[in-house]
């Protein structure tokens, strides 16, 4: 297949765009600035709303993986907009686009999350669940709403509604492991807020099922089947590094360091089922945390 990825430099898209590779696919990456020749890369710039849509020319499959970090920065008004504009208008850019397309692929994977479902304590989430109050939840329903152009054009569309990414190369997991190899890592807040989780690895292979599975399509809940508790989250991350996890970082604590996002990222719990990945039969490499972190840090 050729297959198109926007996000391709970020931590799930590099990931992404090797595992393509091996397996014999053609890739283009969708960049806003020219990394080398350029052949097998497609231009687009969101924020000025053009694109190269001759770039997608034969291109049988889409991966739409841009947007900027929720946690790069506190929360200020600009940095919300920015974290809303580049994923609602890149996606309504591409999505435009790949429907005005004389040869259409076949299939959009489009990047969610899911901050769609809010702070909804212990209750059980599936894809049929209504969307969740706040600003997350605000900008995924956006989010999910810009791909109905592609959807309208018989575009296969499959909105994933991605978990806590763990990884050691990125993200919240990289973030945490210095104060927890230091012995200054504990349970935020109450620690009773649940944490949807997968590995990087399985997220790569949900994508490329998700890309091949002719019957998934709307929503997917791309999240490990064993959600677990940031207490079970701490004392399962500091077994493995062994080291002590008695070092709380209490509710007002993470509200005064970080605003706005610590309600929605830190303190916020999902306890979110892969429902349609299990009615399809896919088969996690990772379904459990320990096991996970231990493949990823040992």
């Avoid at 190269?52 to 049988?60: E, L, M, N, P, T």
């Avoid at 059980?124 to 109905?148: I, K």
């Amino acid at each position: 297949m050729i297959i198109a990825v926007t996000g391709s430099t970020g931590l799930v898209g590099s990931a992404l765009v090797d595992a393509l590779k091996t397996d014999g696919h053609s890739v283009r990456r969708v960049v806003r600035q020219s990394a080398g020749s350029g052949a097998d890369e497609i231009r687009w710039d969101p924020t000025a709303g053009t694109i190269d849509a001759v770039g997608f020319k034969d291109v049988d499959a889409v991966a739409h993986l841009a947007g900027e970090s929720v946690a790069a920065h506190r929360w200020t008004a600009a940095v919300k907009q920015e974290i809303r504009d580049s994923r609602v208008r890149g996606t309504n850019l591409l999505c435009q686009t790949l429907a005005g397309l004389a040869s259409k692929p076949s299939v959009l994977v489009s990047a969610s999350a899911i901050g769609y479902y809010g702070d909804r304590g212990d209750e059980r989430l599936e894809e049929s669940s209504p969307p969740g109050a706040g600003f997350l939840a605000d900008v995924c329903q956006q989010w999910e709403a810009a791909t109905n152009a592609a959807r309208d054009a018989d575009i296969r569309v499959v909105n994933l509604r991605i978990g806590v990414v763990l990884s050691r190369k990125g993200g919240a997991l990289a973030s945490m492991l210095t104060p927890f190899r230091l012995g200054a890592g504990g349970v935020i807040g109450s620690g009773q807020q649940y944490m949807s989780w997968i590995t990087l690895d399985d997220l790569v292979r949900v994508i490329q099922f998700a890309l091949h599975a002719s019957a998934i399509c709307g929503p997917v809940n791309a999240v490990a089947p064993e959600a677990v508790t940031n207490r079970e989250f701490t004392k399962s991350l500091g077994r493995v590094l062994s080291r002590p996890t008695i070092f709380p970082f209490p509710a007002f604590a993470a509200r005064l360091k970080f605003g706005e996002m610590a309600d929605e990222l830190l303190l916020a719990s999902a306890h979110v089922n892969p429902g349609a990945l299990s009615a399809a039969r896919f088969e996690f490499a990772y379904p459990q945390l320990e096991p996970a972190l231990r493949h990823l840090l040992v």
